[in-house]
């Protein structure tokens, strides 16, 4: 299971640009070294185009900052289930079910 880092109350920061939407999640460690739309099977299929990290940099309300993994994952609609599977530190392959809700425009 992998969750959103807290410091941005747990969601991710959707973007729109000729017509696609990416959502960039900074999760809560490093411990996810890679993620794949689609299923883990399809995933470790040759060719298969893998999302890779980002570092970011997360601050919490206490001040405190962490460095931690980041991804940018294609979105292809909101509000509907997708197939997601996350590489571990450990070398396996985990499925998800994600999906991207409740999204509201932010003024640049």
């Given amino acids: 299971m992998f969750h959103v880092n807290e410091a941005n109350d747990g ?4 973007t729109v640009k000729d017509g696609k939407m ?3 999640i900074s999760l809560a460690s490093k411990n ?3 993620l794949f739309v689609g299923t883990a099977e399809d ?3 040759d060719g298969a185009a893998l999302l890779e990290p ?3 940099t997360v601050k919490y309300e ?3 900052e962490e460095e931690v993994y980041g991804f940018d994952v294609p979105v292809e609609a909101l509000d ?6 996350i590489l571990g530190t450990k ?3 985990y499925d998800h079910k994600v999906s991207v809700a409740d999204a509201k425009a932010v003024e640049e």
């Fill in 11 to 14: 969601q991710g920061t959707l």
């Fill in 22 to 24: 990416t959502i960039h």
């Fill in 32 to 34: 996810i070294v890679n």
């Fill in 43 to 45: 995933a470790q299929k």
């Fill in 54 to 56: 980002t570092t970011d």
């Fill in 62 to 64: 206490d001040g405190t």
């Fill in 80 to 85: 509907q289930e997708f197939d997601l599977a």
């Fill in 91 to 93: 070398g396996k392959w």
